[in-house]
């Protein structure tokens, strides 16, 4: 099997869809669904259009995406 390891890309939010789901715009062009694990969910709830972030992208499915979400002792 090959190597699944998701890789990082950031992004730009371009629409929120609904709590915890945002499409990303990549900067090559593309656009993707991007999700927040239920646990961080708390931690977004400041995040709107326009804002950076940072996405974590399965190479087995490059339209959607899990968005890391940084702790306030981790920035």
């Known amino acids: 099997m090959p ?4 890789f990082r890309l950031g992004g730009v939010i371009v629409c929120v869809k609904e709590p915890g789901v945002y499409v ?5 062009g593309h656009n993707l669904l ?3 694990i239920r646990r961080d969910r708390g931690l ?4 709107g259009v326009g804002d950076r972030v940072e996405v ?3 190479p087995c499915d490059l339209s959607k995406g899990r968005l890391r979400v940084k702790k306030e002792e981790e920035q």
């Open 44 to 47: 977004t709830s400041d995040l």
């Open 24 to 28: 990303l715009a990549l900067p090559n």
């Open 56 to 58: 974590e992208v399965s």
């Open 3 to 6: 190597d699944t390891n998701p």
């Open 34 to 36: 991007g999700y927040v």
